[in-house]
């Protein structure tokens, strides 16, 4: 079973700039995507046929905005403001996540796609991060006891450790690499979530998943590793492979970010 997640940086522009020529070749089943940016509707014509598709957008337009993309129908959906606790029905807090269950050989995988704000070190917009990420915190325990295999996935916003980010020691006052959000991870994985990037390709710097369009961070490849799938042990044990799909150049990229693309052994 393929899985994979990509912040899209607008599902519009994707689709516009070249999105296709990765979507189906990829042979994902299930593509979790963020900053969709778009209406249900939308999202859903612009992917084309043969996806069931589920989407949480965000209530301030153009904004946010997560999807579920999957080969196979998809069940029991709920969105963020249903299950992430009080005040994460506020309009800054919606289009940022969205669970479903689908079925795979091994039995049902509970898949997540989660955008988490990006944040800016001493204003509204941390403080809005961090009431998000304590609601993450309190639903990731919550999906761990209802469910055996389920992933978590998307733009976290958040570079773990020195091997997740190439300009770290630039980086160390900036938000995305503050010790207080690099803690969150280490309580996730505390609690037995795993880092199913990380763990298949061991530590190492990179890959990176997203570079700035400005400059020459493309080029360079001076990234941050912000885009995540976070598993259950019985679902990072299924684990078996990870590919970053980085685009061949900085003038065939269709966002910002890259797909990162897990199969499991399901």
Known sequence: MRIASVNVNGVRAAARKGMHDWLDPSGSDVVCLQEVRAPLETTAELVGEGWHVVEDPCLIKG????????????????????????????????????????????????VVSVYMHSGTVGTPKMDQKYAMLDAMTARLAALRAAH??????????????????????????????????????????????????????????????WWSQRGQAF????????????????????????????QPSWDARWTDHAPLVVDYSL
């Open 63 to 110: 904004r946010a905005g997560v999807a579920i993309l999957s080969r196979k129908p998809l069940s029991d959906v709920v969105v963020g403001a249903d299950v992430l606790g009080d005040g994460m029905d506020e309009p800054v807090h919606t289009g940022r996540w969205i669970e479903a269950t689908v079925e795979s050989p091994a039995g049902p995988v509970r």
């Open 148 to 209: 055996e295999r389920v992933v978590v996935m998307g733009d976290i916003n958040i570079a773990h450790t020195e091997n997740d980010i190439k300009n770290w020691k630039g980086n160390l006052k900036s938000a995305g690499f503050l010790p207080e959000e690099r803690a969150y991870l280490d309580r996730w994985f505390e609690a037995g979530w795993v880092d199913v990037h990380r763990t298949l390709e061991g530590a190492k710097p990179g890959p990176y998943t």
């Open 219 to 246: 080029d360079n490849d001076a990234g941050w590793r912000i885009d995540y799938q976070l598993a259950s042990p019985a679902l990072a044990d299924a684990a078996t492979s990870v590919q970053v799909d980085r």
